[in-house]
């Protein structure tokens, strides 16, 4: 039988602001526990929240950037439940009415069709702290760091129908959220989290199946993993006539495979309740209007200037403006060496590879646009030869040294002194007669292999036209 | 010179003009202290109040003029104090030492006060029943009429006392000592530092053997703080409170209705003291206020509702009692079974309750609509009249406390008036004032007219006794 897959996804950001939510610590990272930490966002008894206002404008601009409507007044409420990373027993959250709501985001169906992903709710929250197991495994300790460290969670609609849609929304999402300026959207260091809703339903049907759970997936690779592997395990269930348990689950990494947690029927009841120690948030239409006019430039608008702008194929564009740092340092790489598609080329195909191999994001690259434009420079200068240029590139990658100094520094300078190639073809041709004869008899394939043998011989650094030439003139001229 | 027989605002002047040391002043009210009954403290400051006295000392020699210099002040043990625990009479708080300072107690000290101890509360704060008292007969005599360890202190010689004034508990109290308290409306103190169970109702009150104190304490203690965003209202302009004191320009609301749930006694006070407005030559209008039964209940349905999940927060992991447990479900249950008293428990299961899926809009949303319904209608009340004149208890002596229901329904006239948020001045005798927000200045000068009638009615009834 066919089914039809209905997901629907829950999104954790950390919002970037300078304090947390509720008090004045740092809202950064440090590695010694309880560092950051005061007595309100520890919850000591007398302590009253005050809420940061740059939190509340960063999440108006994400419920903006994400075309939600927005609540001019909207309340903070109390949910209500016990766990010890959570200092005060209850964590407040937006409950009754979200700051954002009735939102959508745009992306690509499998078929590459533009789909409408609705989104439900866009909230403010505060996170909660970390548990830490002693390295003995004795006990837990906690740290409240995290504690109180403000979030947006971000609600779809059961609106996805494969899991890779919900990867290209994630992808989609994280692009619109870094581009707003809303957050850094590290899914690897928990600034973005996902949670996943999945359920399954004869195609035709109109119920809807029960649904499960999916948590602790690290990154959007593990969101399509655990919903292709959620998505089987579901069929297999229904294939069978029975029904799937409505259940949180726990997506294992190593094995693959998703774990039991705890029966939905043990579901908690979280009391939500307004929170009476914090006023009403209130916002003007006209705090919203200006908002929305701040609104940065979106990856989609960008792509398009792109195309328009530098004349990019619309591929190119895509690639470029997915994140709004590989966006603005190749706008950045244009400031030094000023051919959009040259530089695109380059950006997109060694530089890209560069940092996968190397698991870093653009903005941990230490290669800098000036150096970009130095390097293409060097390449339409014929200081270097395009291949040349890849090899210094992958060292001014690794050492951080300017290309111009990796160049010199390894006598990588193309080779263009005629004296000195001449010689060379020289002694290529004395080495091969048997390509010189060829060539001569016609086959013009073989000056390529002959300029091949000189670039050997020069470990790439010689000037390939120069040799070229070279070649064709001594050839035709003994002959 | 008695320092336990004057008021702060003549304490304060002996001792800027030198008459007197801060320092020979504490010693002596801490030795006083000491003498009374120790289920009234849960604390006493001796060595740090000794070394503030001195402090103060210092300053009034380096030529400062301090309005409360010298003067004793004890707080209530709802209030955070570096170097005094905060107990809470509870092991959930088990060696816990507060790391702030209680904005309001730090801007009376500021004022040249100082800190002589903490009075008891019970069970996490949630009873200000100051104990079983196993003291002296005049204290047991005092301890069953009297629910508060800050009206009691007080009235016992220690003038100046803080506590979470959060159902009238302190007022009432307060009147029954004889003595004076004043509830400010909610944003002209900071809470900040108060240990809160019920945000919405919770707020410190004032407790002073003499009325005029009770207008020091209110300056000294005001003002912005960034720690209590309600303070923000005190940045609003006040000038359109500033009132005329003449009584003939003034009208005061009487509700001659209200007699009839009065015990004999306090009904008879309550006449009297309107009798005495008349006399005075203010004007007088009889109102009519319903709400009153529907208003307690709702005010006790939003307390327990918000006590329940405020005191999650005391769950034996950063402090207080901790137990052996293999499993966490477990150690919550065994923890909380541990250290929560009676009260604490009860407002816990109730509020939970409350609050859950299928009784919250039955129970809290309905409470909260009749919250709303009640400031509108105090609010109707008050276009009526400038002051209007209330009780503050049914019966002289309050019901037993371990009958919790009549214990709360003890609080008819002083909850509807906290849920309001406005503030009210309470006298001897059973009566309170009750004003406009923002009005206390308007109720500490006008409070004069009604303090000598107070003080009479008390005698009277006083004199009746014997």
């Known amino acids: ?479 | 010179m008695k320092v336990t027989e004057i008021n702060a605002l003549r304490v304060a002047e002996a001792v800027n003009n030198r008459e007197v040391s801060a320092s020979s002043l504490i010693e002596e009210v801490i030795e006083h202290c000491k003498g009374l009954d120790n289920k009234v403290f849960s604390c006493l400051a001796t060595e740090m109040a000794l070394e503030q006295a001195a402090a103060v000392d210092r300053k009034i020699k380096s030529g400062f003029n301090l309005p409360l210099a010298g003067v004793p002040l004890v707080i209530a043990d709802d209030f955070s104090f570096r170097g005094m625990p905060l107990a809470l009479a509870s092991s959930a708080l088990q060696n816990y030492h507060p790391p702030l300072n209680a904005a309001s107690v730090e801007k009376i000290v500021g004022a040249g006060a100082v800190v002589v101890g903490k009075t008891a509360v019970g069970d996490m704060g949630l009873d200000t029943v100051a104990g079983k008292s196993e003291g002296g007969t005049f204290f047991k005599e005092l301890l069953y009429k009297v629910r508060s360890g800050a009206a009691i202190a007080a009235s016992c010689g220690c003038i100046l006392s803080l506590e979470n004034d959060s159902s009238g508990m302190t007022r009432q109290s307060a009147s029954r000592c004889g003595i004076f308290s004043l509830r400010p409306t909610p944003g002209r103190v900071s809470r900040y530092g108060l240990n809160l169970r019920s945000g919405s109702f919770d707020y410190p009150g004032f407790v002073a053997t003499h009325l005029d104190d009770l207008a020091v304490l209110l300056q000294a203690s005001t003002g912005y703080d960034e720690r209590d965003i309600m303070t923000a209202v005190n940045s609003i302009q006040r000038d359109k409170y500033i009132h005329n004191s003449n009584p003939k320009e003034i009208t005061i609301g009487f509700c001659s209705s209200l007699t009839g749930f009065l015990d004999e006694e306090p009904a008879a006070a309550y006449e009297k003291m309107y009798l005495h407005c008349r006399e005075n030559g203010f004007k007088t209008v009889d109102l009519t206020l319903d709400i009153l039964p529907e208003a307690l209940r709702a005010f006790y349905v939003v307390a327990f509702a918000e006590t329940s999940s405020t005191l999650s927060r005391f769950d034996g992991i950063r402090f207080g009692m901790a137990v052996d447990s293999d499993d966490l479900e477990e150690y919550y249950f065994k923890t909380r079974r541990l250290t929560f008293g009676d009260e604490a428990c009860r407002r816990s299961i109730f509020g939970t309750y409350l609050l859950s899926e299928n009784s919250y809009e039955r129970y809290y949303k309905k409470a909260i609509n009749i919250l709303n319904r009640t400031r509108q209608v105090f609010a109707e009340v008050l276009d009526q009249c400038d002051l209007l004149l209330f009780p503050l208890f049914k019966s002289v002596s309050p019901p037993d406390h371990l009958n919790f229901i009549q214990s709360y329904e003890e609080d008819i006239f002083t909850a509807p008036v906290n849920m309001a948020g406005l503030p009210s001045l309470a006298f001897p005798g059973g009566v309170q004032l009750i004003t406009e927000p923002f009005g206390e200045e308007k109720l500490l000068a006008l409070g004069e007219y009604f303090k000598t009638a107070a003080e009479e009615t008390t005698r009277e009834s006083k004199e009746g006794e014997v």
């Open chain 1, 1 to 479: 039988m066919a089914y039809k897959v209905v997901i629907g996804l829950e999104v954790h950001v950390e919002l970037q602001t300078v304090t947390k939510l509720f008090c004045s610590c740092p809202n950064s990272f440090v590695a010694e526990a309880n560092k950051h930490t005061c007595p309100v966002c520890l919850g000591f008894p007398g302590t009253l929240p005050r809420l940061n206002q740059e939190a509340v404008k960063r999440a108006l601009t994400a419920s903006l950037a994400l075309n939600c409507q927005i609540a001019l007044t909207s309340y903070f409420d109390r949910k209500n439940y016990f766990y010890p990373d959570m200092p005060k027993g209850y964590q407040i959250s937006q409950f009754f009415v979200p700051i954002g709501s009735h939102g959508y985001l745009d992306i690509d169906d499998d078929q590459g069709e533009p789909k409408r992903v609705r989104i439900g709710r866009v909230h403010m929250e505060e996170d909660a702290g970390k548990l830490v197991h002693s390295p003995a495994g004795d006990r837990a300790m906690v740290d409240y760091n995290r504690a109180g460290v403000p979030l947006v969670e971000i609600v779809t609609e059961p609106d996805l129908g494969s899991p890779g849609e919900a990867k290209r929304y994630l992808e989609k999402l994280k692009a619109v959220l870094q581009y707003a300026a809303v957050s850094d959207c590290k899914m690897e260091e928990g600034s973005l989290r996902c949670d996943a809703n999945i359920s399954l339903r004869p195609a035709g049907s109109k119920v809807l199946g029960n649904k499960t759970e999916l948590k602790n997936m690290n990154s959007f690779k593990a969101v399509e993993q655990s919903l292709e592997h959620e998505i089987k395990r579901q069929r297999k269930i229904l294939e069978k006539g029975k029904q799937v348990l409505s259940q949180t689950l726990r997506w294992d990494e190593g094995s693959g495979s998703t774990i039991a947690m705890r029966g939905k029927l043990q579901a908690h009841d979280y009391r939500c309740f307004p929170d009476p120690e914090l006023p009403p948030v209130y916002l003007t239409g006209e705090e919203v209007n200006k908002a929305q006019a701040a609104l940065p430039e979106m990856a989609e608008e960008r792509a398009v200037r792109f195309v328009k702008e530098y004349g990019l194929p619309v591929y190119d564009a895509g690639v470029l403006t997915a994140s709004r740092e590989l966006a603005d340092y190749f706008e950045s790489c244009l400031v030094h060496y000023n051919k959009p598609k040259i530089v695109s080329n380059w950006v997109m195909g060694e530089l890209s590879a560069l940092l996968n191999s190397a698991g870093l994001e653009i903005n941990g690259c230490r290669f800098t646009p000036e150096f970009m434009g130095e390097l293409l420079h060097m390449i339409e200068g014929r200081a270097i030869s395009g291949k040349i240029a890849k090899v210094v590139l992958d060292k001014s990658f690794k050492s951080g040294k300017a290309p111009g100094d990796v160049v010199k520094n390894e006598g990588l300078m193309q080779i263009s002194d005629q004296s000195e190639l001449e010689m060379l073809v020289d002694k290529v041709i004395d080495a091969n007669p048997d390509s010189v004869e060829n060539y001569r008899g016609g086959k013009n394939k073989a000056i390529g292999f002959l300029v091949g043998q000189v670039m050997q011989e020069t470990k790439g650094k010689a000037n390939p036209q120069l040799v070229n030439e070279l070649l064709v003139r001594k050839i035709g001229k003994n002959g």
